[in-house]
């Protein structure tokens, strides 16, 4: 379990002198994100000054971490790369396959009893590969990482979209596909667009019911799901410096929620304390050598208009505790709103859940305040309204508010405590009538609400708050309940008044777990032998992609148009879907089935065009297949949105679609995509959406001059025999056009290996 200092001592050695040889070159003081951002180039040389959002950049992280669902597909691609061991110090953390229904213990052995086969295929790829392996049980990836990873100034990829979490230990930590993580495992590049810089200025204090939370949540109110991306959010200023290091990471993991490639703060006291706490002093002492490195500089701080692409302020003492949805993460509302606005749009009023935890807010201090509303309701004569539900970030975590007699009171209340793992966040919570498909409220801590998202069901409106909102919220059984205003009745008949939470940002006695669930990898793992049963219903070998044969794609047809919103979990929408997520062929049948036909406005139900006949998207799209008809999808706006997933790429290549043509894509999605020997392209004119029939047939009239900077032209025949030309762009730099040339990005590894 060790957080590998003497790598953490190399960043720092040389992080001053290329920070101070990228200041000279750029020409101007530096924020904290360009500090990290140029300490971590991939050949260490600064002399090139950057164009913000346009130019592709090579970069050098110091680790990975993978979670369980990810990671299988992973290290599978990993497995084909021809390595023995990973160049890079690289964690997996298996916390997605555990389902919540009855209680931790009962869900956990279950999960174990069902995923053996996947736990076990895991373990032992760790342990040949040199990979270290948190079992399950363990925790949450991102709430382990900070507690034991993340270091200030530091660079991290993993293959969640939440990996931006460490950002709240002064990271750049950044979520990517799969076949990112390979490159990196490999000891390659990682290559990313070097991002944009939106700068928060956070002044005054939070006080009374306010948390960290509502920081993002205005924010997201602010710049929408896709107003961050591209972007690094950088947020700094006394606000930032008054609060905890466990309340920064969870403004950073929802910056995810934003679009934006990762969010960060500088290193200050709260993040010495935590490291310190986390048994993290040498680590600490080490941070406290290159202070100035680990912040932006004075001058950018004094003057951000003049050193961010987009600056926003906000006043802690006067935010509001803010609740979010339904549907989407950025409609935000203060809670002196939500009644009124509950009753002018339908929304069921009364609360079913409340649901506290996730790796967006499951740290001590985020139950020792929930809890503290917890025990107001046993004191004070208040029986919650709304069913309770936990997952704390880690057993780190659960042991010690165990401990100190957290889980106690919760439990007073009825509470169910779950597995330290996701669960319902991610759709991992077998919910007793969902299938009923009600119209109902629940309300969590959580990052996304979209539909679907927890319970599978497309009614349940889901709203996101703090972990102090939901415990006040679910007590009083309201959607619109303001504690800072409204009482409630008791078992007495009485009118009482919650009072604001309280909390310890660290444990007063310090952190306790007897066994955290880590297993290091083998020193030599040649001997370690990793077994796929040709059988499996869950594991599957894969087999590289086919290259390009050089020729325009023509005479395809159109899968699906998808209108508006089109998440990865209407890509591939995770839930019971997660069990095949090492099985390419099997979760393939899950593919684009949450997508909205733009031509009758339902789900699963495209036409075939070889038929006639209307049939859900992965059997159509598998019939188009077997008669060897290329296809492409068109979709909307910021297309891809929410998970690293790059299931969502990987399905519907396996299935032979050959292109994915959007007014715009979410960052993550878009790479995924290339990675896997995919078309990415944009209308050059967003109206040509419109133009897209049906019954299309298309064929490309230049793809033979595949080029960077050069957009290709697509020809749309109808049904009627007319014809729209449609030109599309691209972001393709000649390296990864090499990507689709070779079928994939790791067919082109392979090669590299080979030579």
């Not at 392996?133 to 949450?140: D, E, H, L, M, R």
């Not at 306010?210 to 690094?232: F, N, R």
Request: hydrophobic share 35%; aromatic share 8%.
């Amino acid at each position: 379990m060790a957080f590998d200092i003497d790598m953490i001592k190399a960043v720092y050695s040389q992080m001053g002198d290329r920070i101070a040889a990228a200041r000279k070159t750029v020409g101007k003081p530096l924020t904290l994100s360009e500090k990290i951002l140029y300490s971590h180039l991939y050949d260490g040389d600064a002399t090139e000054a950057y164009e913000r959002g346009k130019s592709y950049v090579n970069f050098a992280p110091d680790r990975i971490a993978c979670q369980d669902a990810t990671a299988q597909m992973a290290l599978l691609q990993f497995m084909q790369a021809g390595k023995d061991k990973v160049a890079v110090p690289t964690t997996v953390h298996c916390d997605h396959l555990i389902q919540a229904k009855i209680g931790a213990a009962a869900d956990l052995q279950n999960a174990i009893n069902t995923s053996n086969e996947v736990f076990n295929f895991l373990e032992s790829v760790s342990n040949k590969y040199g990979i270290g392996f948190w079992k399950p049980g363990a925790g949450i990836i991102h709430q382990v990482v900070l507690e034991n990873y993340a270091f200030p100034g530091g660079m991290m990829i993993g293959t969640d979209s939440h990996t931006v979490n460490a950002g709240g230990l002064g990271m750049v930590a950044v979520g990517v596909g799969g076949a990112d993580a390979v490159d990196v495992m490999a000891g390659m590049a990682w290559e990313l667009k070097f991002p944009k810089l939106i700068g928060v200025k956070l002044t005054g204090k939070m006080n009374g019911w306010t948390a960290p939370k509502d920081v993002i949540l205005k924010v997201a109110g602010i710049l929408t799901v896709k107003g961050g991306t591209g972007a690094i959010v950088e947020y700094f200023g006394e606000g930032a410096e008054s609060m905890s290091c466990t309340g920064k990471g969870t403004i950073c993991n929802m910056g995810a929620e934003i679009g934006a490639t990762t969010s960060t703060f500088g290193y200050d006291d709260s993040m010495e304390r935590y490291l310190r706490a986390t048994g993290r002093d040498e680590v600490a002492d080490l941070a406290n050598g290159v202070k100035e490195n680990l912040t932006g500089d004075a001058e950018v701080y004094a003057n951000p208009e003049q050193y961010f692409d987009q600056v926003i302020e906000i006043d802690l003492s006067t935010l509001e505790p803010h609740v979010n949805g339904p549907f989407t993460p950025d409609l935000a509302t203060p809670i002196s709103e939500m009644s009124a606005k509950a009753q002018e749009n339908g929304w069921p009023e009364k609360v079913e859940w409340g649901l506290i935890g996730s790796c967006t807010n499951s740290s001590y201090e985020d139950i020792s305040r929930a809890a503290s509303i917890a025990e107001q309701a046993l004191n004070k004569g208040l029986k919650p309204a709304a069913e309770f539900g936990i997952n704390p970030g880690s057993e780190q975590v659960r042991f010690t508010i165990e401990r100190d007699g957290f889980i106690d009171t919760f439990e007073k209340l009825g509470t169910k405590v779950f597995t330290n793992a996701c669960g319902p966040c991610i759709g991992q919570w077998d919910r007793a009538g969902a299938d009923k498909k009600e119209k109902n409220t629940i309300v969590h801590s959580f990052n996304r609400n979209f539909a679907k998202r927890a319970d599978g069901n497309p009614n349940t409106h889901a709203f996101v708050t703090s972990p102090e909102m939901v415990a006040a919220i679910a007590i009083s059984g309201k959607l619109g309940f303001n504690p800072m205003t409204d009482t409630l009745t008791n078992d007495k008949g009485e009118e009482v008044k919650l009072d604001p939470p309280t909390g310890w940002e660290l444990p007063p006695k310090g952190f306790d777990v007897e066994d955290p669930g880590y297993i290091s990898p083998a020193e030599d793992g040649s001997g370690v032998e990793v077994k796929v049963n040709p059988e499996s219903k869950r594991l599957q070998l894969l087999e590289g992609f086919n290259p390009w044969d050089g020729k325009n794609i023509t005479g395809a047809k159109l899968l699906i148009k998808a209108q508006g919103k089109c998440t990865t979990d209407h890509i591939s929408m995770a839930g019971p879907w997660l069990r095949y997520r090492g099985h390419l062929d099997n979760i393939s049948n899950n593919t684009l089935t949450g997508a909205v036909n733009a031509y009758n406005g339902e789900t699963d139900k495209v036409k075939n065009q070889l038929t006639g006949e209307l049939g859900g998207v992965p059997d159509v799209q598998r019939s188009y297949k077997a008669a060897g008809i290329p296809t492409i999808v068109v979709g909307d706006h910021n297309y891809g949105e929410g998970s690293s997933r790059e299931h969502a790429a990987m399905q519907p290549r396996h299935l032979g679609v050959r292109a994915v043509l959007v007014k715009s894509f979410a960052r993550i999605h878009e790479t995924n995509l290339k990675k896997q020997g995919m078309l990415a392209l944009t209308f050059a004119n967003e109206a040509d959406y419109d133009k897209i029939q049906e019954a299309d047939t298309i064929n490309f009239l230049d793809l033979t001059d595949f080029a960077p900077n050069k957009p290709l032209t697509l020809e749309f025949v109808h049904a009627d025999g007319s014809k729209d030309v449609v030109v599309t762009n691209h972001t393709y730099n000649e390296g990864q056009i090499d990507w689709f040339r070779a079928g994939s990005a790791l067919n082109k590894i392979k090669e590299q290996n080979k030579a």
